[in-house]
């Protein structure tokens, strides 16, 4: 069920005339849309503009038919385009194709392996700070074709580029600059005069007739790349071998993490926008198939595209179906129309660039999260940096590996570890050893919170504070919901310690979840399940017969 496709739940409850009616005008208007967006991106990454085409086409239609959202429209994102571009900076093209390759059956892997709700945990700070940093890279590679400078080629490094932004400041092509400003003006007050059109392509329409018209000397997507094709190429297998396989992996999980995340959070936002929910390890699936497919046909890395997504849902968009028609309406423009792509000048698919990543730069979170816990901050600022100076890769699993660092350094400051004796107990406590008298020779320890390995240390150290060796060693579990190994082996250390010293070693309030572990363990057999008591009292109860001394109950036995 939970690699199952929605197309397929969507046709067992019944697809009506009605539904496709909806389907197929929000289809047609996403994929209006989306013929901007995915030209640009494909730019923007490094590649020819046709290919961000072939990639929402191709990708788009399969991922709609595996996946596992009902209004999920997938395609090229500006996410990706800091990494293509990377990518293909270093390996080349054939190297983007083959990763890409690559990252769908790693895809296909983890939705198989129920990864689906595991990614949807990377920490919050992680995934605002990859996405901001991606933002700023974003926007500052569109300056050239913004400005018009006449830069031959871009460099990956990012305070080089503003460098030589600096160097090239006396080339400003003002009419460039007139055609920017002009398509980010359309843009952003079009809204006001209808929404049913969207801006984007309103500022393409009305700077390409203002160019061509008046024969402006400004750089188009003809005089960069030439005619632009109005066909699918033929699918063509990456060359993989295993050295390049190895070399090409780091890239891959890059492509692979990138892509699940962008898609499951778009998936959970349209989820949240209709009431529906979404099956995340379908969805996976399906992004990992789509994306090799997109390799076969010359695209780039495709995911889930919020604005897409939400402009599918606004405009009436109810199943998977939309999304298919939105490939196939993309598929008609090239057929038919992708000879006047040609005609689009580059400053405006740069003003389009600058507005897409100003809306995904998450600005306002990233503010609200330097208000956070310190570690938090430290996360959100590390992944920034190291996506802005370093590369993304490194920023994801790093930001990953410190987030998880903290996360481990505030779980063992939540685990505690004393001696009842040797500190006060909260006396408003019902189960509270103040509240009973406990002989001499019964010591009485108890540990709290997770029990693992970076907690061990910690019971270690306070094992030490005993300066006898008692006679029965009760150890209090009640507030320990959980073991690992680590801790397991602590516990058969001290099992074995006691029985060398001839002490007796009770457990009370072990949770039925601990118990199963410990079991599974061999440790409950180890010790003797007569020694495992549901709570406080009755390992009191157990002890009285060995102790030297009379126990005095100061409140009843339960």
């Known amino acids: 069920m939970r690699l199952k496709p929605k197309i397929i739940t969507v046709f067992e409850e019944g697809y009506t005339s009605r539904l496709f009616f909806k389907d197929l005008t929000a289809g047609i208007l996403v994929g209006i849309v989306s013929l901007p967006a995915s030209i640009a991106f494909a730019i923007a990454s490094g590649v020819r503009p046709e290919q961000g085409l072939y990639t929402a086409i191709v990708a788009g239609f399969t991922i709609a038919l595996l996946g596992g959202s009902r209004?999920?429209?997938?395609?090229?994102?500006g996410a990706f385009v800091i990494l293509i571009y990377s990518i293909?900076?270093?390996?080349?093209?054939?190297?983007?194709?083959?990763?890409?390759?690559?990252?769908?059956?790693?895809?296909?892997?983890?939705?198989?392996?129920?990864?689906?709700l595991a990614i949807q945990y990377i920490p919050y700070p992680v995934t605002i700070g990859f996405t901001s940093g991606l933002a700023l890279v974003l926007a500052t590679s569109q300056l050239k074709d913004f400005f018009g400078f006449s830069i031959t080629k871009l460099p990956t490094d990012f305070i080089y580029r503003w460098k030589l932004y600096f160097q090239y400041i006396d080339t400003v092509n003002f009419y460039a600059l007139f055609i920017s400003a002009l398509?980010?003006?359309?843009?952003?007050?079009?809204?006001?005069?209808?929404?049913?059109?969207?801006?984007?392509?309103?500022?393409?329409?009305?700077?390409?007739?203002l160019v061509q018209g008046l024969h402006l000397p400004i750089e188009t997507i003809g005089t960069r790349f030439g005619e632009i094709p109005n066909k699918l190429p033929i699918p063509q297998f990456p060359l993989l071998s295993v050295e390049r396989i190895?070399?090409?992996l780091s890239p891959a999980i890059a492509i692979a993490l990138l892509s699940g995340i962008e898609s499951l959070l778009s998936a959970v936002v349209a989820d949240g926008m209709t009431g529906k929910k979404h099956r995340s390890d379908a969805e996976l699936m399906a992004q990992g198939c789509g994306n090799i497919v997109s390799s076969l046909f010359l695209g780039i890395p495709a995911t889930g595209a919020i604005a897409r997504t939400a402009t599918n849902i606004k405009n009436g968009g109810q199943t998977p179906v939309a999304s298919m028609i939105h490939a196939i309406t993309l598929f008609f423009i090239l057929l038919f129309f992708g000879k006047w792509v040609a005609f689009i000048p580059m400053a405006t698919l740069a003003s389009i660039l600058i507005l897409v990543a100003y809306n995904m730069s998450e600005w306002r979170h990233f503010i609200h999260l330097m208000s956070s816990p310190k570690n938090d901050i430290a996360v959100l600022l590390t992944t920034f940096l190291l996506t802005v100076f370093v590369d993304l890769t490194t920023a994801i699993e790093v930001g990953i590996i410190l987030a998880v660092f903290l996360f481990i350094n505030n779980l063992v400051k939540t685990s505690k570890a004393k001696f009842i004796r040797q500190e006060e107990e909260d006396k408003e406590d019902p189960m509270s050893i103040s509240l009973r008298e406990v002989p001499k020779d019964i010591e009485v320890f108890e540990i709290s919170g997770p029990f693992f390995f970076a907690a061990t240390e910690k019971f270690k150290e306070a094992l030490t504070r005993i300066n006898h060796v008692p006679k029965i060693l009760i150890l209090r579990l009640r507030n320990v919901p959980t073991i690992d190994a680590s801790g397991i082996r602590v516990l058969e250390d001290m099992l074995?310690?006691?029985?060398?010293?001839?002490?007796?070693?009770?457990?009370?309030g072990v949770q039925p979840y601990l118990l199963q572990i410990l079991k599974k363990a061999h440790y409950v057999e180890k010790l003797g399940e007569k020694h495992i008591f549901k709570d406080i009292d009755e390992a009191l109860k157990a002890a009285y017969p060995f102790s030297a001394f009379a126990i005095k109950m100061k409140s009843p036995v339960t």
């Open 246 to 248: 190895i070399q090409l």
């Open 71 to 77: 209004v999920q429209v997938s395609g090229p994102t």
């Open 496 to 508: 074995a310690k006691a029985k060398r010293e001839g002490t007796l070693l009770f457990l009370s």
């Open 183 to 209: 398509s980010i003006a359309i843009i952003l007050f079009w809204p006001r005069i209808t929404k049913h059109i969207p801006g984007a392509l309103v500022a393409i329409v009305v700077s390409t007739f």
């Open 88 to 116: 293909i900076q270093q390996y080349g093209y054939d190297g983007l194709v083959a990763a890409t390759f690559l990252a769908g059956i790693l895809l296909v892997i983890m939705g198989i392996a129920r990864l689906g």
